[in-house]
């Protein structure tokens, strides 16, 4: 249930109560999401669905990926077309650039296919496409549309498909409350002010590209200057071979009492409660739904200056962003140092997550997006 899953089931309980479209979900497997959709009458249908792009490592595994990677989405596409070639379907919405399963499919069936890009997979994941780039262009050509979780993805993707129509909406979060005016000021103060240690959180898939590495090192900065009045909650499951290299750096450096790996955590709300600043260090990050919800708990964000945490954070503002590792240290040590900044930042920062990314704004641009789609097959 990380970003695009979380994103993708909001939308999805959003369509339904909109009572316009009727919303079927292929998904591979049972688990907590079909649980929701059947919860809430949602109809879904159980069927592999392979990626069509991988992480590129070597050309031998990759040449034997491929091919067989080319055969799974050829013998799910006949799987899917069988089912809902009676269905009257009228739109197929792709959740991931990652899948292509659901262009081949629209094709096959004559409908309209929108595909929600989510992510820099060449840039961020190192990934490559099994088919060859006319036919990727072709498909993505095909699209009534493209829709990009932020405008750095939107020029990326202007930039690869030209002839793609792409427009931006960002993915939205529910927030509880509206902050009232009167609570921006110069003299608020973070309401965790009172605390000992100064708790930091990362919330995200451990991997390379998301710096959780960078993480420790700036922790070791910090210790060396004779901080240790902080920890870090790297909360998340991922890659065991790179969870291995982070225990290795916490050790090596002496930071078991600075920084814990707490693996998968199902109650994010607890660790926002309990923390005093976010910390999003990835690099090409699309969005980050995670960094939104920092904000609107009322936590000042550090980022790192890339992808669209520029576009989420506002530097000095919301939050602080930072070019390197050095860089992570000192906002680190700033915000340690500097409990009223912090606090001003915090409500700052969840005024702005309300008024520019709620689920309410990203279902309403959505929907006009299926309705475009539908007038244009009329």
Request: include cysteine.
């Given at each position: 249930?990380?970003?695009?899953?979380?994103?993708?089931?909001?939308?999805?309980?959003?369509?339904k109560a909109?009572g316009?479209?009727?919303?079927?979900?292929?998904?591979?497997?049972?688990?907590?999401?079909?649980?929701?959709l059947?919860?809430?009458?949602?109809e879904y249908?159980?069927?592999?669905i392979?990626?069509?792009?991988?992480?590129?490592?070597?050309?031998?595994?990759?040449?034997?990926?491929?091919?067989?990677?080319?055969a799974?989405?050829?013998?799910?596409?006949?799987?899917?077309?069988?089912?809902?070639?009676?269905?009257?379907?009228d739109?197929?919405?792709?959740?991931?650039?990652?899948?292509?399963?659901?262009?081949?499919l629209?094709?096959?069936?004559?409908?309209?296919?929108?595909?929600?890009?989510?992510?820099?997979?060449?840039e961020?994941?190192?990934?490559r496409?099994?088919?060859?780039?006319?036919?990727?262009?072709?498909?993505?050509?095909?699209?009534?549309?493209?829709?990009?979780?932020?405008?750095?993805?939107?020029?990326?993707?202007?930039?690869k498909?030209?002839?793609?129509?792409?427009?931006?909406?960002y993915?939205?979060?529910?927030?509880?409350?509206?902050v009232?005016?009167?609570e921006?000021?110069?003299?608020?103060?973070?309401?965790?002010?009172?605390?000992?240690?100064n708790?930091?959180l990362?919330?995200?898939?451990?991997?390379?590209?998301?710096?959780?590495?960078?993480?420790?090192?700036?922790?070791?900065?910090l210790?060396?200057?004779?901080?240790?009045?902080?920890?870090?909650?790297?909360?998340?499951?991922g890659d065991?071979a790179?969870?291995?290299?982070?225990?290795?750096?916490?050790r090596?450096?002496?930071?078991?009492?600075?920084?814990t790996?707490?693996?998968?955590?199902?109650?994010?709300?607890?660790?926002?409660?309990?923390?005093?600043v976010?910390?999003?260090?990835?690099?090409?990050?699309?969005?980050?739904?995670?960094?939104?919800?920092?904000?609107?708990?009322?936590?000042?964000?550090?980022?790192?200056?890339?992808?669209?945490?520029?576009?989420?954070?506002?530097?000095g503002?919301?939050?602080?962003?930072?070019?390197?590792?050095?860089?992570?240290?000192d906002?680190?040590?700033?915000l340690?140092?500097?409990?009223?900044?912090?606090?001003?930042?915090?409500?700052?920062?969840?005024?702005?997550a309300?008024?520019?990314?709620?689920?309410?704004?990203n279902?309403?641009?959505?929907m006009?997006?299926?309705?475009?789609?539908?007038k244009e097959?009329?």
């Open positions: 249930m990380y970003g695009a899953n979380r994103a993708l089931l909001d939308l999805v309980l959003g369509v909109s316009e479209y009727e919303p079927v979900v292929v998904i591979p497997a049972e688990g907590d999401f079909t649980d929701i059947r919860s809430n009458g949602i249908f159980i069927c592999g392979t990626q069509w792009q991988a992480v590129y490592r070597e050309p031998v595994s990759f040449a034997l990926k491929k091919r067989k990677r080319l799974a989405i050829a013998r799910e596409t006949d799987i899917l077309y069988e089912r809902f070639k009676d269905a009257g379907i739109i197929i919405h792709s959740n991931s650039s990652v899948i292509g399963t659901g262009a081949l629209a094709e096959r069936l004559g409908c309209a296919h929108i595909w929600h890009i989510r992510e820099f997979a060449r961020h994941y190192g990934m496409y099994f088919y060859p780039g006319d036919r990727v262009s072709k498909l993505y050509g095909k699209a009534k549309c493209l829709i990009a979780i932020s405008d750095a993805v939107s020029d990326n993707c202007k930039k498909y030209p002839h793609a129509k792409v427009i931006r909406v993915d939205g979060v529910a927030a509880d409350r509206k009232p005016e009167e921006i000021s110069d003299t608020a103060y973070h309401k965790r002010s009172d605390r000992e240690k708790e930091f990362y919330t995200g898939y451990l991997f390379p590209a998301k710096h959780q590495l960078d993480v420790i090192k700036a922790a070791a900065l210790k060396k200057k004779n901080k240790s009045d902080f920890h870090i909650t790297l909360a998340g499951d065991p790179y969870r291995k290299k982070l225990e290795t750096c916490i090596k450096n002496g930071l078991e009492d600075n920084v790996i707490s693996g998968f955590v199902k109650d994010v709300k607890r660790l926002l409660a309990e923390a005093d976010g910390i999003i260090a990835s690099e090409y990050e699309g969005f980050g739904l995670v960094t939104v919800e920092y904000m609107l708990a009322g936590l000042p964000v550090i980022g790192r200056r890339s992808g669209a945490t520029p576009e989420i954070v506002s530097d503002e919301s939050g602080i962003l930072y070019d390197d590792i050095n860089g992570l240290a906002a680190m040590n700033r340690m140092d500097d409990k009223k900044l912090a606090g001003e930042m915090g409500v700052k920062g969840e005024k702005r309300k008024a520019l990314f709620t689920d309410t704004d279902l309403t641009q959505i006009q997006v299926y309705d475009n789609g539908n097959k009329d």
